[in-house]
């Protein structure tokens, strides 16, 4: 159940070099002291915010992954994003006065809760964090463009291993691989596959020896071969 950890400091916070306030020189930071966002905590299958909910606040995730959902009138959704420490997120109700989208955390998850009130107020006395906020945009921008490419021109087979390269390169590499939370249907509602085209190709490339994968941890062993052959196939 989802809990109020605290208020965040960002001169202390931990993941303040991945955050909207990173450029923010240090002794500008003692100027907004009295900016102290909610912590909070949230399990695996709660929801941050549904899409259609009024928007009032952004949140930057501190540790765990989230996903991000788009569901349609019968009911159907589909993911549209998986995210990581450090991103900012739920900040399209600047643009509008819903969420355009549902949070989901896919572990056990801390977040940033920062009200748009307050936001806008920073975002108006530092151009540090209106540039960070600009960028962020434009980050989401340029990758929702890569996915619309891989969802209409890549093939099954291409399309799951290249997220499976990516996700093992942008992760964080323990001796157990790197985490990898999402279930099959996941990966196949982020990918526009079936549960069953994922788990047949998954499934071959461990037998292949390409990749390996234990207790929701995922290993890169052949990063060359998997990719000649979901390029091939």
Known sequence: M????????????????????????????????????????????ETIYHQGALAQSAYTLRKGMIKLTKSLPNGRTQIIRVLGAGELFGFDGFADENYSHSATPLCTIEVCRLPFAE???????????????????????????????????????????????????????????????????????????????????????????FISETKGYLKLLDRAALLKTACSD
């Open 119 to 209: 936001l806008v107020h920073l975002k108006k006395q530092y151009a540090e964090i209106d540039a960070a906020m600009t960028q962020r945009w434009l980050q989401y921008l340029r990758a929702a463009e890569n996915h619309m490419l891989a969802l209409g021109v890549m093939k099954a087979p291409e399309r799951l291993a290249s997220f499976l390269v990516n996700w093992y390169d942008s992760g964080h590499i323990t001796t157990e691989g790197v985490a990898l939370p999402l279930a099959r249907g996941e990966m196949g509602e982020l990918l526009g596959l079936t549960i069953e085209t994922v788990s047949r190709f998954i499934s071959e490339w461990k037998r292949k020896g």
């Open 2 to 45: 989802s809990s109020i950890k605290g208020k965040g400091h960002c001169s202390t916070c931990p993941i303040r070099h991945l955050s909207i306030f990173a450029e923010l020189p240090v002794e500008r930071l003692g100027q907004i002291q009295n900016f102290q966002p909610a912590v909070m905590h949230y399990q695996a299958g």
